[in-house]
């Protein structure tokens, strides 16, 4: 059966979700070779190998964590794949990623490795929220990101005070770093900023100069 023009725009929209999802699924399968040239390493890290700052988001404990991790990211395209350009939504996954590495890199010096993609998905769900609020629909804001930013926001606050959500690390099979979570969504707040302020300056650029 041959694919129609509807059927190859949705494979297009979910080519980075499922690109992502092969990668860590690939890199699960051949671990421990593959976690140990990829995970988040303190030492490796500050020794040249920077690359672990990134990589270290793609790896996962086992395939329960992969599951979870993933599943994540099908309930974030769900809700916001709209709110991007493929190659936007690629680049913020690439800020998350060196954000959340470079946070625990800075601001953990305790914490030798690392594992997960929870923390730029924590970063990317930041960034689909407010780009979700700022865009009119009907004449109404969306609820959705109302919600999810809300939620998301007091999820990482609580972890902040009291630890990991109930019943992740047994889901996960290890320990949560809830301040991977933190670094990850500020991350990705940080840069929708920096994308307000461009676009305001722009647009006041060219208000200047009609």
Not at 97 to 122: F, I, K, M, Q, R
Not at 123 to 144: K, S, T, V, Y
Not at 196 to 204: D, R, T
């Amino acid at each position: 059966m041959t694919p129609t023009p509807t059927d190859l725009r949705h494979l297009r929209a979910w080519s980075l979700p499922l690109g992502l999802a092969m990668i860590c699924v690939l890199i699960t399968v051949f671990d421990p070779p593959s976690g140990d040239a990829l995970q988040y390493d303190r030492t490796l890290i500050l020794q040249g190998q920077v690359w672990r700052l990134l990589t270290g988001n793609i790896v996962h404990l086992n395939f329960n964590h992969l599951w979870l991790n993933l599943g994540g990211l099908v309930l974030l395209w769900l809700f916001f794949a709209q709110c991007f350009s493929l190659r936007t939504w690629l680049l913020l996954l690439l800020l998350s990623c060196a954000g959340t590495g470079l946070g625990l890199l800075w601001l953990n010096p305790d914490l030798e490795w690392y594992v997960g993609l929870s923390g730029a998905l924590h970063g990317l769900f930041i960034a689909g929220a407010i780009q979700d609020l700022r865009r009119p629909g009907n004449g109404e804001r969306h609820w959705e990101g109302w919600l999810l930013l809300g939620v998301l926001i007091g999820k990482v606050l609580w972890e902040q005070y009291a630890g990991p959500m109930p019943g992740s690390e047994a889901t996960a099979g290890g320990r949560v770093i809830v301040d991977a979570h933190l670094y990850g969504a500020v991350s990705g707040g940080g840069t929708m900023w920096v994308v307000m302020l461009v676009n305001y300056w722009k647009a006041k650029h060219e208000t200047n100069k009609t």
